[in-house]
Antibody
């Protein structure tokens, strides 16, 4: 069965960086795009970008393009999301989600359990 | 502010039919497919409707989606207490070159 297992909760200080991992299993990792979506406490969903695990190609949301980096390790079927220059506004649950096909325009059919990132001094 | 506009709340009684609207623009809903996600308290969102009106395997036919112009709707018939959740619409936006979501609608079953 398809599973996306994310790394554990993080507490960071303002100005720091955070790296969240998402380990995929139960399917061909390089065959499906992976997206990152976040949800601030009590708020809605916000897309950060996608990575094509086959090529490593990325597409970042304009709001985050200068602070986010998405990478992958095909040998371990793991994707990573690195967010820099953190502020309190970045406190949120971060999810990885699989796109249901081989481009970035498919819906998100499986989601990780989420990683809570708290930014506090 | 979310790019797609949803009512913040909706409610209905058991057995009733409720609809949740999602309003966008020519760069997102009008020109691309709409997907709907459901989020129960706590867990991650789950895909409920894709490509405007298709249900993934396992989603009951009580859930249906539609799209017209720059708006989309999610309908839930035969409302059940377990349908209490937050519902989000999403679409690709050609101008922003990214996925956009609605702000979410909290459905309460009275």
């Amino acid at each position: 069965q398809v599973q996306l297992v994310q790394s554990g909760a993080e507490v960071k200080k303002p100005g720091a960086s955070v790296k969240v991992s998402c380990k995929a299993s139960g399917y061909t990792f390089t065959g499906y795009y992976l997206h990152w979506v976040r949800q601030a406490p009590g708020q809605g969903l916000e897309w950060l970008g996608w990575i094509n695990p086959y090529s490593g190609g990325t597409n970042y949301a304009q709001k985050f393009h200068d602070r986010v980096t998405m990478t992958r390790d095909t040998s371990s079927s793991t994707a990573y999301m690195d967010l820099t220059r953190l502020t309190s506004d970045d406190t949120a649950m971060y999810y990885c989600a699989r796109g249901a096909g081989s481009t970035g325009w498919y819906p998100f059919d499986y989601w990780g359990q989420g990683t809570l990132v708290t930014v506090s001094s | 502010q979310s790019v797609l506009t949803q009512p913040p709340s909706a409610s209905g009684t058991p057995g009733q039919r409720v609809t949740i609207s999602c309003s966008g623009s020519s760069s997102n809903i009008e020109s691309n497919n709409v997907n709907w996600y459901r989020q129960l308290p706590g867990p991650a969102p789950k895909l409920l409707i894709y490509s405007n009106n298709h249900r993934p395997s396992g989603v009951p036919d009580r859930f249906s989606g539609s799209k017209s112009g720059t708006s989309a709707s999610l309908a839930i018939s035969g409302l059940q207490s377990e349908d209490e959740a937050d519902y989000y619409c999403a679409a690709w936006d050609d101008s922003l070159d990214g996925w956009v979501f609605g702000g979410g609608t909290k459905l309460t079953v009275l």
